[in-house]
Protein backbone atom coordinates (compact mmCIF):
# COMPACT_ATOMS: atom_id res chain seq x y z
CA UNK A 1 0.00 0.00 0.00
CA UNK A 2 1.36 3.05 -0.92
CA UNK A 3 0.83 6.91 0.22
CA UNK A 4 -0.66 9.93 -2.44
CA UNK A 5 -0.87 13.72 -1.97
CA UNK A 6 -4.72 12.82 -2.17
CA UNK A 7 -4.16 10.91 1.08
CA UNK A 8 -2.25 13.71 2.77
CA UNK A 9 -5.18 16.15 1.63
CA UNK A 10 -7.69 13.91 3.21
CA UNK A 11 -5.63 13.70 6.61
CA UNK A 12 -5.28 17.66 7.07
CA UNK A 13 -8.88 17.68 6.80
CA UNK A 14 -9.14 15.01 8.95
CA UNK A 15 -6.77 16.19 11.93
CA UNK A 16 -7.23 20.23 10.99
CA UNK A 17 -9.46 20.67 14.29
CA UNK A 18 -6.87 18.66 16.71
CA UNK A 19 -3.83 19.78 15.33
CA UNK A 20 -1.69 23.41 15.72
CA UNK A 21 -0.76 25.39 12.44
CA UNK A 22 2.51 25.59 13.72
CA UNK A 23 4.54 28.95 12.62
CA UNK A 24 6.68 29.89 10.56
CA UNK A 25 9.83 32.64 10.55
CA UNK A 26 12.86 34.11 8.32
CA UNK A 27 16.13 34.21 10.27
CA UNK A 28 17.73 36.78 8.75
CA UNK A 29 20.81 37.14 6.60
CA UNK A 30 23.61 36.33 9.21
CA UNK A 31 21.55 34.58 11.91
CA UNK A 32 23.64 31.04 12.25
CA UNK A 33 26.77 32.36 10.58
CA UNK A 34 24.97 32.15 7.40
CA UNK A 35 25.41 34.58 4.42
CA UNK A 36 21.51 33.87 3.28
CA UNK A 37 18.21 34.20 5.00
CA UNK A 38 16.59 30.56 5.53
CA UNK A 39 12.97 29.51 6.64
CA UNK A 40 12.04 27.92 9.66
CA UNK A 41 9.27 25.49 10.55
CA UNK A 42 8.67 25.51 14.30
CA UNK A 43 6.74 22.36 14.28
CA UNK A 44 8.29 21.70 17.54
CA UNK A 45 5.41 23.96 18.63
CA UNK A 46 2.63 20.90 17.96
CA UNK A 47 0.85 19.46 20.70
CA UNK A 48 3.10 16.82 22.32
CA UNK A 49 5.91 18.47 21.42
CA UNK A 50 6.75 17.69 17.73
CA UNK A 51 5.41 16.85 14.51
CA UNK A 52 4.28 13.20 15.81
CA UNK A 53 0.75 14.39 16.84
CA UNK A 54 0.01 14.12 13.44
CA UNK A 55 0.32 11.06 12.35
CA UNK A 56 -0.95 9.95 15.44
CA UNK A 57 -4.51 11.61 15.18
CA UNK A 58 -4.61 10.69 11.27
CA UNK A 59 -4.23 6.98 12.26
CA UNK A 60 -6.68 7.06 15.45
CA UNK A 61 -9.31 8.87 13.42
CA UNK A 62 -8.93 6.96 10.31
CA UNK A 63 -9.73 3.53 12.45
CA UNK A 64 -11.71 1.72 14.58
CA UNK A 65 -9.82 1.94 17.74
CA UNK A 66 -10.70 -1.92 19.42
CA UNK A 67 -11.27 -2.34 23.16
CA UNK A 68 -7.83 -2.82 24.26
CA UNK A 69 -7.02 0.62 23.04
CA UNK A 70 -4.04 1.48 21.75
CA UNK A 71 -0.52 0.86 21.99
CA UNK A 72 3.17 2.18 19.82
CA UNK A 73 6.57 1.44 20.69
CA UNK A 74 8.71 4.73 20.31
CA UNK A 75 11.79 6.30 21.41
CA UNK A 76 9.93 8.81 23.10
CA UNK A 77 7.87 11.75 20.82
CA UNK A 78 6.04 9.17 19.22
CA UNK A 79 4.97 7.59 22.05
CA UNK A 80 3.88 10.85 23.66
CA UNK A 81 1.86 12.30 20.29
CA UNK A 82 -0.01 8.86 20.57
CA UNK A 83 -0.61 9.39 24.37
CA UNK A 84 -1.76 12.78 23.57
CA UNK A 85 -3.60 11.65 20.35
CA UNK A 86 -5.45 8.88 22.91
CA UNK A 87 -6.04 10.68 25.70
CA UNK A 88 -7.72 13.38 23.58
CA UNK A 89 -10.21 10.80 21.52
CA UNK A 90 -10.73 8.83 25.10
CA UNK A 91 -8.85 5.82 24.00
CA UNK A 92 -6.08 3.88 26.87
CA UNK A 93 -2.82 3.57 25.48
CA UNK A 94 -0.04 1.54 26.21
CA UNK A 95 3.01 3.23 25.76
CA UNK A 96 6.31 0.69 25.00
CA UNK A 97 10.28 2.84 25.53
CA UNK A 98 13.74 2.39 25.75
CA UNK A 99 15.91 2.62 29.02
CA UNK A 100 17.66 5.23 26.64
CA UNK A 101 14.39 7.71 26.58
CA UNK A 102 15.18 11.13 27.69
CA UNK A 103 13.67 11.86 30.72
CA UNK A 104 11.83 15.24 29.40
CA UNK A 105 10.12 12.56 27.10
CA UNK A 106 9.02 9.66 29.45
CA UNK A 107 7.71 13.00 32.03
CA UNK A 108 5.56 14.12 28.97
CA UNK A 109 4.26 10.93 28.02
CA UNK A 110 3.63 10.27 31.57
CA UNK A 111 1.97 13.66 31.90
CA UNK A 112 -0.76 12.28 29.53
CA UNK A 113 -2.14 9.29 31.75
CA UNK A 114 -0.63 6.62 29.03
CA UNK A 115 0.38 3.30 31.05
CA UNK A 116 4.34 3.57 30.27
CA UNK A 117 6.44 0.66 29.69
CA UNK A 118 10.46 1.53 29.88
CA UNK A 119 12.67 -1.33 29.20
CA UNK A 120 15.59 -2.26 26.84
CA UNK A 121 18.38 -0.59 25.37
CA UNK A 122 17.50 -0.08 22.15
CA UNK A 123 14.11 1.10 20.06
CA UNK A 124 13.80 -2.24 18.78
CA UNK A 125 13.65 -3.65 22.32
CA UNK A 126 10.50 -1.64 23.05
CA UNK A 127 9.03 -2.51 19.68
CA UNK A 128 9.30 -6.50 20.35
CA UNK A 129 7.29 -5.80 24.02
CA UNK A 130 5.01 -3.50 22.02
CA UNK A 131 3.91 -6.49 19.79
CA UNK A 132 3.89 -8.90 22.79
CA UNK A 133 1.38 -6.28 24.16
CA UNK A 134 -0.89 -6.50 20.97
CA UNK A 135 -0.75 -10.18 20.54
CA UNK A 136 -1.91 -10.44 24.06
CA UNK A 137 -4.28 -7.73 24.28
CA UNK A 138 -5.56 -7.08 20.42
CA UNK A 139 -4.73 -3.26 21.17
CA UNK A 140 -4.13 -1.52 17.91
CA UNK A 141 -0.33 -1.06 17.37
CA UNK A 142 0.93 2.62 15.60
CA UNK A 143 3.78 1.98 14.10
CA UNK A 144 6.01 4.91 14.57
CA UNK A 145 6.92 5.73 10.71
CA UNK A 146 6.62 2.59 8.35
CA UNK A 147 2.89 2.80 8.13
CA UNK A 148 0.54 4.22 5.41
CA UNK A 149 -1.85 6.37 7.90
CA UNK A 150 1.34 7.46 10.24
CA UNK A 151 2.94 8.71 6.65
CA UNK A 152 -0.06 10.43 5.36
CA UNK A 153 -0.10 12.43 8.78
CA UNK A 154 3.20 13.85 8.49
CA UNK A 155 2.72 14.70 5.05
CA UNK A 156 0.66 17.26 6.39
CA UNK A 157 3.61 19.12 7.64
CA UNK A 158 4.21 20.19 3.85
CA UNK A 159 1.09 20.79 2.80
CA UNK A 160 0.53 23.54 5.85
CA UNK A 161 4.24 24.64 4.99
CA UNK A 162 3.93 25.36 1.40
CA UNK A 163 0.85 27.07 2.06
CA UNK A 164 2.76 29.25 4.25
CA UNK A 165 6.11 29.87 2.09
CA UNK A 166 5.00 28.91 -1.21
CA UNK A 167 8.19 30.05 -2.84
CA UNK A 168 10.38 27.38 -1.28
CA UNK A 169 13.35 25.98 -3.76
CA UNK A 170 14.11 23.40 -0.94
CA UNK A 171 13.23 21.79 2.44
CA UNK A 172 15.88 20.04 5.16
CA UNK A 173 13.93 17.31 7.22
CA UNK A 174 15.98 15.55 9.52
CA UNK A 175 15.34 11.48 9.74
CA UNK A 176 15.00 8.74 12.12
CA UNK A 177 12.65 5.97 10.90
CA UNK A 178 11.46 8.14 7.82
CA UNK A 179 7.74 8.74 8.29
CA UNK A 180 8.08 12.43 8.54
CA UNK A 181 10.04 12.76 5.13
CA UNK A 182 8.32 10.13 3.36
CA UNK A 183 4.92 12.16 3.47
CA UNK A 184 6.75 15.33 2.82
CA UNK A 185 8.64 14.23 -0.14
CA UNK A 186 5.05 12.61 -1.57
CA UNK A 187 3.48 15.88 -1.03
CA UNK A 188 6.78 18.24 -2.11
CA UNK A 189 7.96 15.64 -4.95
CA UNK A 190 8.54 17.79 -8.43
CA UNK A 191 8.02 21.31 -6.77
CA UNK A 192 10.75 21.22 -4.11
CA UNK A 193 13.82 19.68 -3.61
CA UNK A 194 13.82 17.51 -0.11
CA UNK A 195 17.03 16.83 1.28
CA UNK A 196 17.35 13.90 4.34
CA UNK A 197 19.33 15.12 7.15
CA UNK A 198 20.84 12.26 9.63
CA UNK A 199 23.32 11.71 12.49
CA UNK A 200 26.50 9.93 11.12
CA UNK A 201 25.75 7.52 14.05
CA UNK A 202 22.35 6.85 13.15
CA UNK A 203 21.38 6.77 9.26
CA UNK A 204 18.92 3.85 8.57
CA UNK A 205 18.17 6.10 5.01
CA UNK A 206 21.08 6.83 3.73
CA UNK A 207 22.02 3.58 3.91
CA UNK A 208 19.19 2.01 2.42
CA UNK A 209 19.30 5.02 -0.44
CA UNK A 210 23.01 3.63 -0.98
CA UNK A 211 22.26 0.04 -0.94
CA UNK A 212 19.10 0.25 -2.82
CA UNK A 213 16.89 -1.81 -0.04
CA UNK A 214 16.59 -1.00 3.65
CA UNK A 215 19.33 -2.39 6.04
CA UNK A 216 20.19 -2.65 9.36
CA UNK A 217 22.79 -0.12 10.67
CA UNK A 218 24.61 1.04 14.02
CA UNK A 219 23.07 3.10 16.04
CA UNK A 220 25.10 5.46 18.24
CA UNK A 221 24.53 8.83 18.39
CA UNK A 222 23.47 12.16 20.20
CA UNK A 223 19.70 11.81 18.58
CA UNK A 224 19.49 8.38 18.77
CA UNK A 225 16.22 8.93 21.06
CA UNK A 226 14.27 10.68 17.84
CA UNK A 227 16.56 9.78 15.21
CA UNK A 228 17.50 6.32 15.88
CA UNK A 229 15.65 4.26 14.06
CA UNK A 230 18.15 0.78 13.71
CA UNK A 231 16.05 0.12 9.90
CA UNK A 232 13.95 2.40 7.94
CA UNK A 233 10.79 0.84 6.39
CA UNK A 234 9.80 -0.57 3.41
CA UNK A 235 7.50 1.57 2.98
CA UNK A 236 9.37 4.38 4.05
CA UNK A 237 12.42 3.65 1.30
CA UNK A 238 9.90 2.87 -1.74
CA UNK A 239 8.03 6.62 -1.26
CA UNK A 240 11.51 8.40 -0.81
CA UNK A 241 13.43 6.69 -3.21
CA UNK A 242 12.36 8.63 -5.57
CA UNK A 243 11.63 11.31 -4.05
CA UNK A 244 14.50 12.53 -2.23
CA UNK A 245 16.70 14.82 -3.55
CA UNK A 246 19.98 14.23 -1.57
CA UNK A 247 21.23 12.79 1.81
CA UNK A 248 23.42 14.20 4.25
CA UNK A 249 24.73 13.46 7.30
CA UNK A 250 25.74 15.26 10.28
CA UNK A 251 28.24 14.57 13.23
CA UNK A 252 26.91 14.96 16.98
CA UNK A 253 29.11 18.03 17.41
CA UNK A 254 27.04 20.00 14.59
CA UNK A 255 24.11 18.72 16.19
CA UNK A 256 24.82 20.05 19.40
CA UNK A 257 26.09 23.86 17.45
CA UNK A 258 22.90 23.76 16.01
CA UNK A 259 21.29 23.37 19.74
CA UNK A 260 23.04 25.88 20.86
CA UNK A 261 22.77 28.59 18.02
CA UNK A 262 18.79 27.82 17.88
CA UNK A 263 18.48 28.61 21.54
CA UNK A 264 20.89 31.87 21.72
CA UNK A 265 19.29 33.43 18.23
CA UNK A 266 16.13 32.39 18.77
CA UNK A 267 15.51 31.40 22.32
CA UNK A 268 14.00 28.16 20.55
CA UNK A 269 14.54 25.03 22.87
CA UNK A 270 14.73 22.02 20.20
CA UNK A 271 15.69 18.56 21.06
CA UNK A 272 19.15 17.26 19.45
CA UNK A 273 16.83 15.57 16.90
CA UNK A 274 14.79 18.94 16.37
CA UNK A 275 18.18 20.50 15.48
CA UNK A 276 19.77 17.86 12.86
CA UNK A 277 17.76 19.63 9.74
CA UNK A 278 19.81 22.82 10.50
CA UNK A 279 23.14 21.29 11.40
CA UNK A 280 23.17 20.56 7.79
CA UNK A 281 23.29 24.00 7.06
CA UNK A 282 25.86 25.45 10.32
CA UNK A 283 28.30 22.41 9.95
CA UNK A 284 28.15 22.39 6.03
CA UNK A 285 27.03 19.56 5.33
CA UNK A 286 24.64 21.07 2.69
CA UNK A 287 25.76 24.44 1.02
CA UNK A 288 23.30 26.28 -0.82
CA UNK A 289 23.52 28.19 -3.84
CA UNK A 290 23.51 31.38 -4.24
CA UNK A 291 19.75 32.83 -3.91
CA UNK A 292 18.02 28.87 -3.03
CA UNK A 293 15.25 29.63 -0.90
CA UNK A 294 16.12 27.54 2.29
CA UNK A 295 13.32 26.05 4.60
CA UNK A 296 14.44 23.92 7.71
CA UNK A 297 12.20 21.85 9.70
CA UNK A 298 12.75 22.25 13.36
CA UNK A 299 10.92 19.36 14.23
CA UNK A 300 10.78 18.70 17.78
CA UNK A 301 11.47 20.01 21.78
CA UNK A 302 11.00 17.64 24.21
CA UNK A 303 14.37 18.52 25.75
CA UNK A 304 15.26 19.85 29.42
CA UNK A 305 16.87 22.91 28.86
CA UNK A 306 19.86 22.57 31.05
CA UNK A 307 20.68 19.79 28.44
CA UNK A 308 21.28 22.58 25.93
CA UNK A 309 24.97 23.95 26.09
CA UNK A 310 25.66 27.50 26.53
CA UNK A 311 27.17 29.42 24.24
CA UNK A 312 31.19 29.56 24.48
Known sequence: MSVTRSDIAAAHARIAGHIRRTPVIESGAGSF?????INLKLELLQHSGSFKARGAFNTLLS?????????AASGGN???AVAYAARALGH?????????????????????????H????????????CARHHAQTGAMDIHAYDAPGTIAGQGTVALEWLEQVPDLDTVLIAVGGGGLISG??????????????????????????????PVDVTVE????????????????????????????????????????RLWSELQVAAEPGGAAALAALTGGAYRASPGERVGVLVCGGNVALDTIQAPA
Request: proline share 5%.
Open 92 to 116: PADIFVPETSAPAKIARIRSYGATL
Open 184 to 213: CAVWLHEKVKVVAVEPDGACALHAALEAGH
Open 33 to 37: SLDAS
Open 221 to 260: SLAADSLGAKRCGDLVHELCAPRVTESVTVTDDAIRDAQT
Open 78 to 80: HGA
Open 63 to 71: SDVPAGGVA
Open 118 to 129: VGGARYADAAEA
